[in-house]
């Protein structure tokens, strides 16, 4: 919320009306820090990579075992079907016959053509049951074997290690932490000594290059709501007051409805006006937007109570000027012209 304090100082005819001071984080820096936390964040560098190849290497050992429990070959209730466990039995009463026959025929008990004809009924009874058992294990659930299975299982955590090594960046957790971790660091001893040394003409040429630097990161990425901010600043302190306001007015399109980034916009474009000029269509509609988001602004009240007085409006002038008069109480000086004004006016 907008509060009565000193903020539009300096801009000739404006009264001192002052916007609440922005939230912590938004317009200004952090405080300038040594680097005694960076050097202790480099320092666990090594144990929090160690950490992330651990972690990583758990979770691929993890994924290797999971593919070893669903292909490792097992014997389940219901797995083989009954007739191709059937067949199997037969072939193998089926070999036994032959190797006995082959018995008998070599001890002269059976003759040779009661041999053959015998060991063909065999043969063709043993074609049937490999028939059944082919067709009964193509219906059975299929298994990988052993030795594949643990090749598969070892080059599950191989192949997964092998391509974050070639193509994962864990450094950029460390990168993380120290962006976390670590103030920002302020200019250092030497910088400030340099800084003093400058003349006037250059510390001015040094901000301005770091203005335009901000104005180019800012076109790559528009979405920068608090960069806008730190913009439209930078060039009311250098005196750019048109590129200032441009600004601003970015900000207020990535933030409509943000009182206190309008009411910097529309101070911007205060300044960019002569004060004795009378109020044109756009800025009263800024007024307007401001008075709607905000009923209490001390800024919108004052100049809304203006405009009315321009126009011959002097009940509604009044009536923004009452309720502006509670808001300046601590303005002792901006209140006592407020309240002459109304007496002027027959208040």
């Excluded at 389940?76 to 059937?86: I, L, Q, S």
Aim: charged residues 30%; aromatic residues 4%.
């Amino acid at each position: 919320m907008v509060r009565p304090g000193a903020g539009v100082a300096g801009c000739a005819g404006v009264p001192a009306l002052a916007v609440a001071p922005a939230p912590a984080g938004c317009a200004c820096r952090l405080p300038f820090a040594g680097g005694g936390g960076a050097r202790r964040c480099a320092a666990r560098r090594p144990r929090r990579r160690a950490v992330i190849w651990l972690v990583a290497a758990l979770l691929s050992l993890a994924a290797g075992a999971a593919v070893a429990w669903r292909l490792y070959p097992r014997r389940r209730a219901g797995d083989a079907r009954p007739e191709t466990e059937a067949a199997g039995y037969d072939l193998e009463v089926y070999r036994d016959q032959l190797r006995e026959l082959d018995r008998d025929l070599a001890r002269g008990t059976i003759e040779a053509a009661e041999a053959e004809a015998a060991r063909n009924e065999i043969r063709r009874r043993a074609l049937a049951a490999e028939s059944r058992e082919e067709a009964g294990r193509a219906a059975s659930p299929q298994t990988l074997s052993r030795p594949t299975v643990a090749l598969l299982a070892a080059a599950v955590p191989v192949l997964s290690l092998a391509l974050y090594a070639a193509l994962g960046r864990p450094e950029l957790a460390d990168r993380r932490m120290l962006t976390v971790q670590a103030p920002p660091r302020g200019p250092s001893a030497e910088d400030m000594r340099a800084a003093g040394r400058m003349t006037p003409e250059e510390r001015q040429e040094m901000i301005r290059g770091m203005v335009e630097g901000l104005a180019e990161r800012l076109e790559e990425n528009p979405g920068d709501l608090a960069g806008w901010l730190r913009l439209g600043r930078a060039q009311a302190v250098l005196g750019e007051l048109d590129k200032s306001a441009d600004a601003y007015g970015r900000a207020v399109a990535l933030s409509p409805d943000s009182v206190r980034v309008l009411t910097l916009y529309t101070m911007a474009v205060l300044r960019l006006r002569n004060p004795d000029d009378p109020l044109d269509p756009d800025l009263l509609r800024l007024f307007d937007r401001l008075h709607t988001l905000e009923p209490r602004h001390p800024l919108a009240l004052y100049y809304l109570g203006r405009y009315a007085f321009e126009r011959g409006r002097e009940a509604e002038g009044k009536a923004y000027w009452r309720k502006l008069l509670p808001l300046v109480a601590d303005r002792p000086d901006l209140a006592a012209r407020i309240r002459k004004r109304l007496e002027e006016k027959g208040e």
